[in-house]
């Protein structure tokens, strides 16, 4: 059996090393041409955690872990506004915590293919997809500049919340993707005086309409994100100027720090839209999205690459075993069928998150930190968990 996996971010990777030791040849085709080195720092628990350790990921994601003590947001002078404890936070999210940045987690994926015979998984970079169809052979995958086209038994769309295969078999962008109104920027910088300030805290700024987020990593450099409120919930909107003078533009005034990491930004940094996919079908016709393809839960829900390892595995153990063309469909609707529930609960959660994380006026901050402050307290932590990463906190 053959698989054509489209996206070599979390998702496609574990795809592709699941299929591959179940026996398939599998074609893993990224259109960027190489790693992509952008991307902030994650929370990595639930439902991924269990999947990892079950597939033997656990130990390379671990390795890359950073240790963060607490989580605190400054006012513009620096001074403490409220913190959240990490390891209470670890405990309300079932025991087990890793804080990832994605790039490392991408890359403990990338080293996970070891495991596999190199004949069954063939990684392809700069080649974007262009075209798909389904003929006698099977499902046939076009490749933007090359003559040739790749037969499939199954396609996986693992290629994130701008999905090409999604767009291509399952229709236009506008129509499943619901903006949060917000967009998110991730940097990385050198900068070795607020790499000594804030090791093994994770920073944030006590702000309205937007926020920055710093935390030191394990060399002189500080990975950043920001989030700002974005004013039209129009897809594709952008605010005029590149990407630097935007964030320049929405963070001034947060005070020096903010703007030690604004003078350090790179002309092209990531940002794009906080957004969420629903899409009432997954799979049709031996295509299957797995993912922020077909699940995009937000950076706000924190779930995002442990949804991708999970559902990824997921993937990986019911359709490993199939060794006919017949038995494909049943399989992709058992992992929708199977996987769906997760997915939708992780979105309530990010929803949720998303009211309170960018608060619109004194008003909502003065509760933000009311709630925080409140999170130390015995029961309260228990239902403010649950709020903020759903089922799993128990």
Request: charged letters at 25%; aromatic letters at 6%; a neutral charge.
């Amino acid at each position: 059996m053959k698989a054509v996996i489209v996206g070599a971010g979390i998702a496609g990777l574990v795809a592709a090393r699941q299929l591959g030791l179940a026996g398939w040849d599998v074609e893993l085709l990224e259109k960027s041409a190489a790693t992509r080195p952008d991307g902030y720092m994650m929370d990595f628990f639930g439902p991924g955690v269990e999947a990892s350790e079950r597939i033997g990921l656990y130990p390379r994601l671990a390795a890359v872990a950073y240790h963060v003590e607490e989580a605190e947001y400054l006012d513009p002078t620096g001074r403490p506004a409220c913190s959240v404890d990490y390891d209470q936070f670890a405990r309300l999210a079932g025991g087990k915590i890793l804080s990832l940045l994605r790039p490392d987690m991408e890359r403990a994926a990338l080293a996970a293919l070891e495991d596999v015979a190199p004949a069954r998984v063939r990684l392809r970079y700069g080649a974007p997809v262009s075209g798909v169809w389904r003929d006698d052979a099977g499902i046939r995958v076009a490749i933007d500049g090359s003559p040739c086209t790749l037969a499939a038994d199954v396609l996986i769309g693992a290629d994130g919340i701008h999905s090409t295969v999604r767009a291509l078999g399952f229709g236009a962008e506008e129509e499943y993707l619901r903006p949060l109104g917000m967009r998110a920027a991730a940097f990385i910088v050198t900068e070795p005086l607020l790499n000594a300030r804030f090791r093994n805290r994770f920073v944030l700024t006590d702000s309205i309409d937007r926020v920055a987020g710093l935390y030191s990593l394990r060399s002189d450099e500080v990975a950043v994100f920001m989030v700002y409120r974005e004013s039209t919930h129009a897809l594709g909107y952008l605010r005029p100027g590149s990407p630097r003078e935007r964030l320049r533009r929405e963070f001034a005034g947060l005070g020096d720090t903010v703007d030690r990491i604004l003078e350090l930004c790179p002309e092209h940094p990531y940002d794009d839209i906080v957004a969420q996919v629903v899409i009432p079908g997954w799979q049709t016709g031996g295509t299957v999205l797995v993912g922020d393809a077909c699940g995009a839960v937000s950076l706000l829900a924190g779930q995002g690459g442990s949804l991708a390892i999970a559902g990824a595995a997921l993937l990986g153990d019911i359709l490993g075993p199939v060794n006919t063309s017949e038995g494909i469909g049943p399989a992709l609707a058992d992992f929708e069928r199977r996987w769906r529930p997760v997915v939708e609960e992780a979105q309530a959660a990010g929803r949720r998150a998303a009211s309170s994380f960018l608060p619109a006026n004194r008003t909502q901050r003065l509760l933000r930190r009311w709630v925080i402050r409140a999170s130390h307290l015995p029961g309260i932590d228990r239902l403010i968990a649950r709020q903020i990463v759903g089922k799993i906190a128990r």
